[in-house]
């Protein structure tokens, strides 16, 4: 049936949230910069911002080439720009703002892709970081975050300007049309039956029994790591250099015992361990060998250990240069698929939509995913023991 749809936000006329839409000028110049897959989304809150904010402009891509447009906005000298990303180096807006207008660089979209558009562009990374703390959960109940403090890119705004303008009143108007969008949507979840059936479904004894035996094991070490990975060379027809592994982790479920060692690169430092594991350089350069790693790590394992990954890239290159496969490893990714009956998508989705709470349990991306792997693994272990 065709469904008439609003020429401004794009949403079917029943469901629109313009009449919320109430203009907020700012001397603060905004870049949004949305994943190709967040732009065709209903629900995503660039659209909202974009139409919200007069002083804004919207940019969808990935390649640097889809953002070349912006080099003058981005060497603005009247509004210097800055990003909005919450890396170890980032200024605390609430306390040490920036002293003057600028342009403000945001990224829409998850976690995942906001990490693959930043390591497309690392020029984007060159800009000063600044990042705040939110005051409250997000409201965003239709979309899952990975942890509590992370936010929409509309709250996200909602929160960092006025900390540029100096007016934090004004600003609550970017999220009335927000908040209607929310309320229409969880209202029309409620009434489909379609997201309670799919729940059964998941919960059913006949899922349960294919959880693999090895969960009820004492033994279960989580594991993982990072890699100093070179992009793919198309005049090479493969990397410049191998991927080697220079960080690993590892924590035993039972207990709570970690392990964790960088390990320095042997080939030419990439961008990657920076940018996408948000590793620190000094640190990787001061590190020891992939031996000494090795060593270490083989002396916190067991031989009856239960290594638990999602996915098998960083075991593998860890086996290589031990020059021998683990005995027994159990792909939690592949576990969870079997007992959804479904892909199991991303890490960070999966703990988002389960709703499981975690912490990070080592430095950079690395130790975020080890969390986030924990705390999927106790889940399946809670629900094999139920089972």
């Given at each position: ?76 000298p009247d509004r210097p720009a800055v990003i909005l990303y919450p890396s170890s180096q980032a200024r605390d807006l609430a306390t040490d703002p920036p002293l003057h207008p600028v342009t403000l660089v945001v990224i829409d979209g998850t976690w995942h892709q906001a990490r693959k558009l930043l390591r497309k562009n690392p020029d984007l990374l060159k800009l000063p970081h600044y990042a705040f703390e939110p005051k409250a959960p997000s409201e965003y109940q239709i979309r899952r975050e990975p942890r509590p403090e992370y936010v929409s890119t509309i709250e996200a705004l909602a929160c960092a300007l ?226």
């Amino acid at each position: 049936m065709f469904r008439a749809e609003c020429e401004r936000c794009g949403r079917p006329r029943t469901v629109c949230y313009c009449e919320a839409i109430t203009p907020v000028p700012t001397r603060t110049r905004v870049l949004l910069l949305q994943h190709p897959r967040e732009h065709g989304k209903a629900v995503n809150t660039a659209r909202i911002a974009a139409l919200a904010l007069p002083n804004s402009e919207l940019h969808v891509g990935v390649e640097p080439e889809d953002f070349a447009g912006l080099n003058a906005a981005l060497s603005d000298p009247d509004r210097p720009a800055v990003i909005l990303y919450p890396s170890s180096q980032a200024r605390d807006l609430a306390t040490d703002p920036p002293l003057h207008p600028v342009t403000l660089v945001v990224i829409d979209g998850t976690w995942h892709q906001a990490r693959k558009l930043l390591r497309k562009n690392p020029d984007l990374l060159k800009l000063p970081h600044y990042a705040f703390e939110p005051k409250a959960p997000s409201e965003y109940q239709i979309r899952r975050e990975p942890r509590p403090e992370y936010v929409s890119t509309i709250e996200a705004l909602a929160c960092a300007l006025p900390f540029l303008e100096g007016d934090h009143a004004r600003f609550e108007a970017l999220l009335a049309p927000f908040r209607r969008m929310v309320a229409m949507q969880v209202a029309f979840a409620s009434r489909s039956p379609g997201g309670r059936k799919r729940e059964r479904r998941r919960n059913s004894s006949s899922a349960r029994a294919r959880l693999p035996a090895e969960l009820t094991s004492p033994s279960l070490v989580c594991v993982g790591g990072e890699a100093n990975a070179w992009p793919y060379d198309r005049e090479l027809g493969e990397p410049r250099h191998p991927h080697e592994l220079v960080h690993w982790l590892g924590v035993r479920v039972a207990t709570g015992e970690r392990f964790e060692a960088l390990a320095h690169p042997r080939k030419p430092l990439a961008d990657s361990p920076m940018i996408h594991a948000r590793l620190r350089e000094p640190a990787l350069r001061a590190a020891d060998g992939i031996d000494t790693l090795i060593s270490r790590y083989d002396a916190f394992s067991q031989p009856d250990d239960v290594l638990c990954v999602w996915g098998y890239y960083a075991l593998d290159l860890l086996a290589r240069e031990r020059g021998a496969k683990f005995a027994r490893v159990l792909d939690v990714r592949k576990v969870v698929g079997d007992f959804l009956k479904q892909k199991a998508g991303s890490l960070e989705g999966l703990v988002a939509d389960r709703k499981l709470a975690f912490e990070p349990l080592g430095e950079g991306r690395g130790g975020e995913r080890l969390g986030m792997l924990t705390a999927v693994t106790r889940w399946l272990v809670q629900e094999a023991h139920a089972g």
